[in-house]
Protein backbone atom coordinates (compact mmCIF):
# COMPACT_ATOMS: atom_id res chain seq x y z
CA UNK A 1 0.00 0.00 0.00
CA UNK A 2 1.61 3.31 -1.17
CA UNK A 3 0.92 5.72 1.84
CA UNK A 4 -0.13 8.74 -0.97
CA UNK A 5 -3.13 6.46 -1.30
CA UNK A 6 -3.93 6.81 2.11
CA UNK A 7 -7.39 8.68 2.74
CA UNK A 8 -7.31 11.10 5.87
CA UNK A 9 -10.82 12.42 7.29
CA UNK A 10 -10.90 14.87 9.84
CA UNK A 11 -13.57 16.02 12.03
CA UNK A 12 -14.40 19.71 13.29
CA UNK A 13 -17.06 22.17 14.17
CA UNK A 14 -18.90 24.91 12.19
CA UNK A 15 -19.25 28.39 13.35
CA UNK A 16 -22.43 26.97 15.46
CA UNK A 17 -20.78 24.03 16.99
CA UNK A 18 -22.18 21.28 14.45
CA UNK A 19 -20.04 18.53 13.28
CA UNK A 20 -18.65 18.59 10.76
CA UNK A 21 -15.76 17.37 7.97
CA UNK A 22 -12.64 19.59 7.85
CA UNK A 23 -10.75 17.36 5.99
CA UNK A 24 -12.09 14.35 3.14
CA UNK A 25 -8.39 14.09 1.19
CA UNK A 26 -5.55 11.35 0.05
CA UNK A 27 -2.57 11.93 2.06
CA UNK A 28 0.09 14.72 0.60
CA UNK A 29 2.94 14.61 3.34
CA UNK A 30 4.79 11.46 2.32
CA UNK A 31 8.75 11.73 3.84
CA UNK A 32 11.84 9.50 3.89
CA UNK A 33 14.48 10.05 6.57
CA UNK A 34 15.82 6.33 5.64
CA UNK A 35 16.16 3.60 2.80
CA UNK A 36 13.39 1.27 2.76
CA UNK A 37 11.02 3.21 5.09
CA UNK A 38 8.26 6.08 4.34
CA UNK A 39 6.17 8.34 7.05
CA UNK A 40 3.68 10.28 7.03
CA UNK A 41 2.19 12.24 9.76
CA UNK A 42 -1.75 12.10 10.12
CA UNK A 43 -2.10 14.30 13.41
CA UNK A 44 -0.49 15.55 15.70
CA UNK A 45 -1.25 17.80 19.15
CA UNK A 46 0.43 20.00 21.55
CA UNK A 47 -0.36 19.78 25.39
CA UNK A 48 -2.63 17.65 27.57
CA UNK A 49 -5.74 17.73 27.78
CA UNK A 50 -5.30 18.16 24.04
CA UNK A 51 -7.66 21.43 22.69
CA UNK A 52 -9.75 20.33 19.89
CA UNK A 53 -10.79 24.13 18.95
CA UNK A 54 -10.31 25.76 15.62
CA UNK A 55 -8.85 24.28 12.13
CA UNK A 56 -5.79 24.02 11.70
CA UNK A 57 -4.07 21.00 10.47
CA UNK A 58 -0.85 20.16 11.99
CA UNK A 59 -0.28 17.73 9.73
CA UNK A 60 2.67 19.57 7.43
CA UNK A 61 4.58 20.77 11.19
CA UNK A 62 8.28 19.64 11.19
CA UNK A 63 8.03 17.06 14.79
CA UNK A 64 10.54 14.57 15.43
CA UNK A 65 9.95 11.15 16.20
CA UNK A 66 7.52 12.67 19.43
CA UNK A 67 6.69 15.54 20.73
CA UNK A 68 6.94 16.87 24.37
CA UNK A 69 3.96 16.73 26.28
CA UNK A 70 2.12 16.10 23.01
CA UNK A 71 0.79 13.15 20.35
CA UNK A 72 1.69 12.10 16.99
CA UNK A 73 -0.30 9.54 14.94
CA UNK A 74 1.47 8.89 11.76
CA UNK A 75 1.72 5.84 9.21
CA UNK A 76 4.96 3.96 8.56
CA UNK A 77 5.72 1.63 5.48
CA UNK A 78 8.79 -0.15 6.05
CA UNK A 79 9.91 -1.92 2.63
CA UNK A 80 11.48 -5.27 2.47
CA UNK A 81 15.55 -4.36 3.61
CA UNK A 82 14.40 -1.53 5.41
CA UNK A 83 18.18 0.11 6.57
CA UNK A 84 17.88 -0.54 10.30
CA UNK A 85 17.46 2.15 13.17
CA UNK A 86 17.79 0.95 16.63
CA UNK A 87 15.89 3.60 18.72
CA UNK A 88 14.49 4.57 21.88
CA UNK A 89 11.48 7.12 22.37
CA UNK A 90 10.33 9.04 25.22
CA UNK A 91 6.47 7.95 24.45
CA UNK A 92 3.90 5.09 25.01
CA UNK A 93 3.39 4.03 21.51
CA UNK A 94 0.30 2.09 20.55
CA UNK A 95 0.51 0.27 16.79
CA UNK A 96 -1.37 -1.40 14.22
CA UNK A 97 -0.02 -3.37 11.24
CA UNK A 98 -2.74 -2.54 8.55
CA UNK A 99 -0.77 -4.99 5.72
CA UNK A 100 2.16 -6.87 5.36
CA UNK A 101 4.26 -8.60 8.14
CA UNK A 102 7.19 -7.25 9.98
CA UNK A 103 10.03 -8.20 12.35
CA UNK A 104 10.26 -5.96 15.98
CA UNK A 105 13.53 -7.10 17.29
CA UNK A 106 14.26 -5.88 20.84
CA UNK A 107 17.84 -5.19 22.82
CA UNK A 108 17.76 -8.74 24.45
CA UNK A 109 17.69 -10.59 21.27
CA UNK A 110 14.09 -10.76 21.58
CA UNK A 111 12.14 -11.09 17.87
CA UNK A 112 8.44 -10.34 17.79
CA UNK A 113 7.00 -11.26 14.52
CA UNK A 114 3.31 -9.01 13.65
CA UNK A 115 1.12 -9.31 10.97
CA UNK A 116 -1.66 -7.48 9.54
CA UNK A 117 -4.43 -7.40 12.08
CA UNK A 118 -1.58 -7.38 15.20
CA UNK A 119 -1.71 -4.68 17.29
CA UNK A 120 1.49 -3.29 19.58
CA UNK A 121 1.98 -1.50 22.86
CA UNK A 122 5.74 -0.04 23.06
CA UNK A 123 6.76 1.08 25.88
CA UNK A 124 9.75 3.64 25.80
CA UNK A 125 11.91 -0.29 24.77
CA UNK A 126 14.79 0.23 22.78
CA UNK A 127 13.29 -1.34 19.42
CA UNK A 128 14.40 -2.15 15.78
CA UNK A 129 11.98 -2.99 12.55
CA UNK A 130 13.33 -5.29 10.11
CA UNK A 131 11.07 -6.87 6.83
CA UNK A 132 12.00 -10.10 5.54
CA UNK A 133 9.49 -10.39 3.47
CA UNK A 134 8.64 -9.23 -0.51
CA UNK A 135 6.07 -6.62 -0.14
CA UNK A 136 5.85 -3.38 2.26
CA UNK A 137 4.77 -3.63 5.44
CA UNK A 138 2.38 -0.42 6.84
CA UNK A 139 1.80 0.33 10.43
CA UNK A 140 -0.28 3.05 11.87
CA UNK A 141 1.17 4.34 15.06
CA UNK A 142 -0.06 6.99 17.74
CA UNK A 143 2.90 8.34 19.95
CA UNK A 144 1.93 9.98 23.45
CA UNK A 145 4.54 11.84 25.17
CA UNK A 146 5.61 9.50 28.52
CA UNK A 147 8.40 10.12 31.57
CA UNK A 148 11.36 8.60 30.37
CA UNK A 149 11.98 5.01 31.93
CA UNK A 150 13.98 5.07 34.98
CA UNK A 151 15.74 2.04 36.12
CA UNK A 152 17.37 1.87 39.74
CA UNK A 153 17.08 5.90 39.33
CA UNK A 154 18.37 6.40 36.23
CA UNK A 155 16.37 7.85 33.59
CA UNK A 156 17.21 5.59 29.97
CA UNK A 157 17.42 8.58 27.17
CA UNK A 158 15.63 8.15 24.24
CA UNK A 159 18.28 8.18 21.15
CA UNK A 160 18.17 7.03 17.44
Not at 22 to 51: K, Y
Not at 94 to 107: K, P, R, W
Not at 125 to 134: A, C, D, I, L, Q
Amino acid sequence: MSLTKLRRVVTGHDAQGRAKVLIDAQVQNVFSQRPGAEFSVIWSSEGFPVDNDGSEDPSNKKIGTTIDNGTVFRVVSFGPGVAPRNHRTDSIDYAVVMSGEIDMALEDGAVVHLKAGDVLVQRGTVHNWTNKGTVPCVIAFTLIAAKPVTIDGKPLKAHG
